[in-house]
């Protein structure tokens, strides 16, 4: 099993339509948790973090599920310029020699908002 | 303010040769995140520098390497070139150690071709 899953996608939906990712984590441990956006042949640029009560910003809203352990991204209202690759991000906080982190991207989530 | 950059933009070598990759990150950051994205997987994490000293390395051989120097600017070498390296690499910086739980800015990705 993949440390960090994604459904690559791509996800086609009309604008103005709900839309909702899922990302599953291997590791109960891991700590924290980020959705990247990356338009296509551009650098990730982070969306948003994710807490453990959720957390939302406009019409983006963040879920993380410690028991199941997934992160999910939803887009309300979806707009054009919402196109892009989704990623989702998990840190370990594993404390290996010296105190690092480890830190692991999912391969993504492709989202085409159609006309 | 500027944001992170990286040059060259795009780089064509051929196997066995040997390639240098350079990153500024942005005013004040004293992390540089080194990362390879290959075409149809996700974000791979290379190495983690801050204040001129290795934090974490990625699962990648001892060809690929790097350093940080005084002013936080950062090389990635790539030893002993493979086809397989062909890639985008992107820097990332953020304000400090504290890693991933820190925004991370991303350059704009050099384009690493290997003939």
């Known amino acids: 099993r993949k440390e960090v899953e994604q459904d690559p996608g791509p996800f086609n939906v009309p604008e103005g339509a709900t839309v909702a990712f899922n990302c599953t984590y291997s590791?109960?441990?891991?700590?924290?948790f980020f959705w990247y956006r990356q338009d296509c042949r551009k650098e990730p640029k982070l969306l948003m973090s994710v807490y453990s009560s959720g957390n939302e910003d406009g019409r983006f809203t963040a879920q993380l599920n410690r028991a199941s352990q997934y992160i999910s991204l939803l887009i309300r209202d979806s707009k054009l310029s919402d196109s892009a690759t989704y990623l989702c991000v998990v840190n370990d906080n594993t404390l290996f020699s010296g105190g690092y982190q480890k830190v692991t991207f999912g391969t993504g989530t492709k989202l085409q908002v159609i006309p | 303010e500027a944001g992170v950059t990286q040059s060259p933009t795009h780089l064509i070598k051929t196997r066995g040769q040997q390639a240098t990759l350079r990153c500024s990150p942005i005013s004040g950051h004293t992390s540089v995140y080194w990362y390879q994205q290959a075409l149809g997987l996700g974000l791979q994490f290379l190495l983690w520098y801050d204040e001129g000293e290795e934090r974490n390395r990625g699962n990648f051989p001892p060809r690929f390497s790097g350093r940080q120097f005084p002013n936080y600017s950062s090389e990635l070498n790539v030893n002993a070139l493979e086809l397989e390296d062909s890639a985008l690499y992107l820097c990332a910086s953020s304000k400090n150690a504290a890693g991933w739980s820190d925004t991370q800015y991303f350059g704009p990705g050099t384009r690493l071709t290997v003939l």
């Open positions: 590791n109960s441990a891991s700590q924290s």
